[in-house]
């Protein structure tokens, strides 16, 4: 049996703040333009669409399925090289947005595009969090 992925402390900068605050209290945030209305996700300061700097955060739902995956088999990093294999993947959130992360909780021979997923955190020291998914 693996362990799990031991992550590093993210660099949390003025554009990611929300994102990584949310996080340590197991809320998934997301942006959403208050100028054109299209959600995003990574953090970021200005929209994608159309440059707005009128940007709210919202807590998602944190439920969302299995766009992509990869099941990785080599990572030398400490903290992953432990966790071999584990499954890397792109959740699709119910709102729309992608978010790359790690589903755990079965084995690798089990996840699927399409599976439903929810996210749980992985609490690092002090106050932050770092989001992956569960199957459902």
């Known amino acids: 049996m693996t362990k799990p992925i031991k992550h590093p402390r993210p660099g949390v900068d003025w554009e990611t703040r929300a994102y990584w ?6 809320e998934l945030i997301l942006q959403r333009c208050r100028s054109c209305g299209t959600l995003q996700h990574r953090p970021r300061a200005l929209c994608v669409s159309c440059l707005s700097d009128e940007i709210e955060h919202f807590p998602a739902s944190g439920r969302g399925t299995v766009y992509s995956f990869t099941v990785t088999h080599q990572n030398q990093a400490p903290g992953f ?4 294999p584990y499954v890397l993947a792109y959740v699709e959130l119910e709102e729309g947005v992608r978010l790359l ?6 084995s690798p021979e089990n996840v699927r595009i399409g599976l439903p997923v929810e996210v749980e955190y992985a609490q690092l020291e002090g106050d932050i969090a770092v989001p992956r998914f569960h199957p459902l």
Not at 81 to 84: F, N, Q, V
Not at 101 to 106: A, E, K, P, R, W
């Open 101 to 106: 992360t790690n589903i755990v909780g079965c």
């Open 81 to 84: 090289r432990e966790a071999l």
């Open 21 to 26: 605050e949310g996080c340590g209290r197991h």
